[in-house]
C-alpha cells in the first residue's frame, strides 16, 4: 500500500510537471554540468553564463515565442552519475542537451545519443565523429597545441618539457601534444622530458626534479583542474622559471586566485578570441560584436567572465540561433541538420563554420595565445590568431631561465 501512495505521489508530480510546462509553453533543454567535485571550476561559471544567456533570450522573444528554460543537473565531476542524469533526461525526449564539461563525462553520455538528440558538449577535448549528433564546444586540443608549439618555436624555444595527468584530459593533450611534435614545421623542437602524475597525487617533486635538470627552454603542464595546481607549485617549489603554457580550461578567475602564491611568473595559454585584452585589430567585425554583446550583458549581471562562461554561451548561443530556424518543435535531425550548415556564425571564439570543420566550427586559425597578467589580474592576448608571436613579446620575454625566479 505505501509503495502504491509513493508512485501515485510521483505520478501525480510528475503530471503537475507536465502541466506546468503545458500552460507556460516553456522549452526546456536539459544541461549536465559538474557543480561539485574536480570540475565545478568550471561548471559554475558554465552554469552562470547559461542563466544569463537564457535571461537575455527570453528578453528578446525566446524561441519563436516559447520561454527557454536550461534544466541544469549536477553530474559531481562523475562519469557514472553523468550517465544516470543523462538516461533520465533523454526518458523526456528532448530535442537537444547540453554538457558535460569534462571529457571523461562527454565520452561516456555521447553513446547514448547516436540517435539523437543533438549533445553539445562544453568540453573541447572529445572528438565527434563528423555527421554525428554530438557537437563540441571551442577548438579543438590537437589545433591548440599546434598553436603553442608554432608560437614557442617561432619565439626561438626549442628544448621543451611536459608534464602530464594520467586521467582522460591528460591522456588526450599527451596524444595531442605528440601528434603536433610530428608535424614538418616542429622538426626542429625537442622533448627533453616527458614526465607523468596521477591526478590525485600531492607531489610532483620528482618529476619536477627531472625536468630541471633537463633545463627546457619551454615547458607544458597538460592538465586542469586541481591537478595543475599540483603541477604549478611543484614547478615553482623547483626554481623553474621558463615560459610555462596550460590548457585553456584553466583559465578561470577561480584557478588562478587559488594558486596566486604559486602560478609560474610566465603562464600562458591557447585561448579562444574572447580575451578583451591585448592585441584583438584581428578580430571580425562581427565578432567583435558578439563579444560586446556578451560582455555587456555580464556588467549588468554584476559578474566577471572566463573561459568556464565561453564554453557554454557560444554552444548556447548557436543552438538557440538554430532552434529559431527550424523551430522548437523541429526533429532533433532537424537541429543537427540546421547546425552542421552553419557558416560564418559570430561567436566569441571567431567565426563558426560547421561546413569546413564539422561538430566544432573552429579551428587553429581561431586561436591565440593568452598571458596571464598578475598586475591586471587578466589574460593578455600575445600572438596573432593561429600563433604567431606578436613583436613585443619577443622582446619582453626572451630572457627565460631556469633557476630560482
Known sequence: MRLLMQLCVIGGLAVATIQVRAETNELHLPVILPLTGSGAFLGLEEQQALRIIETLTNRNGGINGRPLKFDISDDRSSPQDGVQIATRNLSAGPIAIFGSALVAICNATAPLVRNGPVQFC??????????????TAGVSSTDTYNVILRYFRQRGLTRLAYIVSTDASGQDAEKAVEE???LPENSGLAMKVRAHFNPADLSVSAQMAAIADAA????????????SGTAFKGLVQAGIDVPTATPYSNMTFAQMDQYAAFLPRQLYFPSGQWPQSGGQSDDEP???RAKEEFYAAYEQDGHRPDVGATLAWDPAAIVIAALRVV?????????????AGMAGFAGLNGLYDFRKNPQRGLDESDVVMARWDR???????????????????????????????
Not at 627546457?216 to 591537478?227: D, E, I, N, R, Y
Open 216 to 227: 627546457p627552454q619551454a615547458l607544458l603542464v597538460l592538465t586542469s583542474g586541481t591537478p
Open 375 to 405: 598586475g591586471a589580474h587578466d589574460w593578455v592576448v600575445v600572438s596573432r590568431p593561429g600563433g604567431a608571436p606578436m613583436a613585443d613579446e619577443i622582446v619582453s620575454q626572451d630572457h627565460t631561465r631556469t633557476g630560482a625566479p
Open 122 to 135: 562544453f568540453s573541447p577535448a572529445i572528438h565527434p565523429v563528423a555527421g554525428s549528433f554530438v557537437f
Open 286 to 288: 562581427a565578432v567583435a
Open 180 to 182: 603536433a611534435l610530428r
Open 327 to 339: 523551430g522548437p518543435d523541429a526533429t532533433p535531425a532537424a537541429l543537427r541538420a540546421q547546425i
